[in-house]
């Protein structure tokens, strides 16, 4: 299509094998959950990440990501969002990092703190931070990397999630090897897999409460249904 593999376009086109696995898992009746506990571990054996979940689409996983990060898995905090009063619901996203999809983290309730320096880094932790968010393409436009922030962070226990959606998948992912907990990438892109996938990676803990926190369970990312097909489809 002389554009990549861009979502307006349909994406990539999808591997034989993948078209085959999607065929079989939609001949079969599944418990969502279970299916998901195995494909964590299978994502984790492919990927050498901790854990990992299948999601409908990356922008799915940045919002996901993000409602793990600021309710976890607490029932009561997870009904409640997007309404995040009272609880720690500002996200540190480099001004040269600010994307589109951003908007997945925001609706969550969040809001944004644009940093470009350490000293700015520093200004925006001397209030409550629920996580940092970077933009895995745009890094190197920033004034402050990655190693940098999570020696900063992490000691705080503020997790990192990075958005690689439009990258190459890596084993293990550079990004979680360099300090993330949380990395996404695009299942319908370079992977070749079905378009409506995605894919976040990193911290089992975060991961599990990402789950928690979408479809088929009662919260916000309810409408955000990933299908047995998309996650058979994935790995």
Avoid at 127 to 142: D, R, T
Wanted: hydrophobic fraction near 45%; charge should be neutral.
């Amino acid at each position: 299509n002389c554009c990549s593999v861009r979502t307006m376009h349909g994406g990539s086109l999808m591997l034989p094998q993948v078209k085959a696995a999607m065929d079989a898992a939609a001949r079969q009746f599944v418990n969502l959950d279970e299916l998901m506990e195995a494909a964590g571990r299978r994502i984790a054996e492919l990927t050498q990440a901790e854990w990992g979940i299948v999601t409908c689409g990356s922008a799915a996983a940045v919002a996901l990501g993000t409602a793990a990060c600021v309710a976890g898995n607490d029932p009561v905090r997870m009904l409640r969002l997007p309404f995040t009063d009272g609880m720690v619901n500002r996200v540190i996203i480099p001004a040269k990092q600010r994307f589109a999809y951003d908007q997945a983290v925001r609706m969550i309730g969040c809001h944004i703190v644009e940093i470009d320096t350490r000293e700015e880094l520093d200004r925006a932790l001397e209030e409550p931070v629920a996580l940092v968010v970077l933009l895995g393409k745009q890094e190197h436009l920033s004034g402050v990397r990655l190693e940098e922030i999570a020696s900063v962070v992490r000691p705080r226990g503020i997790p990192i999630m990075v958005d690689a959606a439009s990258e190459h998948i890596e084993r293990p992912s550079p990004w979680l090897t360099r300090g993330a907990d949380l990395v996404i990438y695009s299942g319908g892109k370079f992977l070749r897999g079905p378009q409506t996938s995605g894919l976040l990676l990193g911290d089992k803990r975060l991961c599990q409460a990402a789950w928690r926190n979408g479809s088929p369970h009662q919260a916000l990312g309810r409408p955000m249904k990933v299908s047995k097909e998309d996650v058979v489809g994935v790995i």
